[in-house]
Every structure is written in C-alpha cells, then in structure tokens.
C-alpha cells in the first residue's frame, strides 16, 4: 500500500498568547487560541471538530469568535473538552445568552465533554481521534482537566486467503459468520497532538505520522528555574524523547517569547546535531501562522 500523503497542517502557537492547529484532511482544529478564526478565514468553514487540551485561555480564547462564524444547523463543529473544567460550561452559558441567535442551532450538542480513551470519529476519513491523558494539569483523584490527543487511521482489507473468492463467496460468509471472517483490520497512529505537557518517555507516545509537541523551553534549566519544569517540556528534552520514535516528521511549537526566532533555529539546529532523528524537524515560530507546515523548509532535514 502506498504511503498516505503528508497531511495539511496549519498553525499558530506562542506560549501564553495563542495556539491552534488545523489539519485539513480531518476537518480537525487542535485547540482554539486567539486568531484561529483569522487564520484560517474560510478554510475556518471546513472544521468539523475542536479538540480542546485544557481550559488554561491561550488554547480556547478562539472559540466565540469561531462558534458564532462557524455553527450551523447541522450543530457542527463538536467541541471535545476534558470532562472536569468548569470554564467549558461557563462557557456554553455565556454564550448561549451572548450569540444565542447564532448558537442555537447547536445549542446542547455541540460540547463534548472527554476522558482518557474516549474516542470521536472523524468524518468520512476512517480515522479516530483518541484522547489521552496528560499531566499539564493535575487535578487529583479521577478529575480531567488536560488531554492530548492521538487520530488513529483505521485500514481494512481482504484477507489473503479471500483473494480470488466472488462477491457473492465473500457476501455469504461476511453476512454468516462476521466481517472479521474475510477482513483483516489494522489501525496506525497518524497524528499525536502532546498539547501542553511535561516530558513523557518515548513509549508513552508510541510511533506515530506527524507528532506536533511543546517546547515552551529551549533548554530544561530554563523551565526549572521558572518553576515550570512540572507543566511543560523543554527541547533539549523533546527531541532525543522523539529520536526514540518511529515519525514521519516532527513539529514543534508553544515557544516562549523569551527566545527569538533565531536562537530558537540554532537550538533546534544545534539539539538535531546532536541526537540525528531521521525525520525532518519543523517549527512553528512566535508570532507567525504557518501555512501547511509540511511542505515548508524543516530546520532539520533528515
Ligand atoms: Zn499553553
């Protein structure tokens, strides 16, 4: 089978002001900052699900803005948030009496509250969006306040020892005995969105396509120093975590404004010397919405 093409994917990330991603081929908005509306103008109408990571302001601030452009009869787009903030039906309120004449074609079914492993499928692409449980926000006992999030492509295919077999051989025994009979089924990670985290091992993870991480920090003594090491990670850390992966590529955003964009490049530059991963390495820089990420210059090519 051949290999899927790069997936379309947009975005603006800077920590503390705004971050969202956008990946075309899933209708899939990744957060919703400030200015994903105007990002992404009418390509705003194609999203069909937003996938909060948690209620901290820079990462949902977008959503009146998006919600009263973008509602329609239909109820869409979804909103999947972690199950236990309160600012999501806050939220929902506020704006039920702010935009209720836009809002009420959706009103009640557009928020979806999520917990680990619950699982949303995504239009007519056959891939799942799977949320996972991070420690950005740790509320105690069983309580949701932070996700990430995993799309899963499913395949299914024509057991080897069914090829050759009519239609009407394949039918009898599908509708006789299940589609597991004559079908195998496999699934693969496409995409992983780590969201706002501490560093994780590499198995937390798993391989995957695309995985698009934080490195609120250049370096870890930076995060220490700021008390931040327990809520975000760093790149010295990320990527040898991510060498560890089998990616196709790797994009990194959620910088710090204390860094310019040129120590930025060098520290990517510098921590891909070192580690090699055999993936290309892309960043989304403070301050700028990138266009299709994937087809852009890496500062690493593999
Ligand atoms: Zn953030």
Not at 13 to 18: C, D, I, R, V
Not at 49 to 64: E, F, K, N, V, Y
Not at 257 to 265: A, D, K, L, N
Request: aromatic share 8%.
């Amino acid at each position: 089978m051949s290999e899927p093409s790069p997936l379309t994917i947009s975005g603006f990330s800077t920590a503390l002001y705004a971050t969202w991603y956008f990946v075309d081929e899933l209708g899939l908005l990744l957060d919703c900052g400030d200015g994903a509306c105007a990002g992404l103008l009418q390509k705003s109408r194609k999203v069909r699900t937003i996938a909060i990571s948690h209620a901290d302001r820079d990462h949902l601030t977008g959503l009146p803005q998006f919600l009263q452009i973008n509602v329609r009869e239909k109820g869409l787009p979804l909103v999947i948030h972690p199950r236990d903030c309160g600012s999501f039906p806050a939220l929902r309120d506020f704006l039920h009496d702010f935009d209720r004449f836009h809002l009420e074609a959706g009103e009640g079914n557009i928020w979806k509250p999520f917990e680990p492993g619950a699982l949303h499928s995504l239009g007519k692409s056959k891939a799942r969006l799977e949320a996972i449980r991070n420690r950005h926000i740790e509320a105690g006992g069983d309580q949701v306040r932070s996700l990430s999030y995993r799309v899963i492509q499913e395949h299914h295919r024509l057991k080897p020892e069914c090829q050759g077999w009519s239609s009407e051989a394949i039918a009898e025994t599908r509708n006789r005995l299940g589609d597991a009979a004559v079908m195998d089924f496999d699934s693969r990670s496409l995409l992983i969105y780590s969201a706002d985290t501490p560093i994780e091992d590499s198995r937390f993870w798993g391989d995957t396509g695309v995985l698009i991480h934080e490195a609120t920090f250049l370096h870890s003594e930076d995060a220490v120093s700021r008390g931040q090491d327990l809520r975000h990670s760093a790149l010295d850390q990320v990527i040898p975590m991510a060498t560890n992966l089998k990616l196709e590529a790797l994009i990194l955003g959620h910088f710090s404004t204390r860094y310019s964009h040129g120590e930025i490049r060098a520290a990517i530059a510098e921590e891909c010397r070192r580690h090699r991963p055999n993936f290309p390495v892309f960043a989304v820089l403070p301050g700028e919405v990138n266009h299709d990420i994937l087809r852009g210059t890496p500062i690493w090519e593999a």
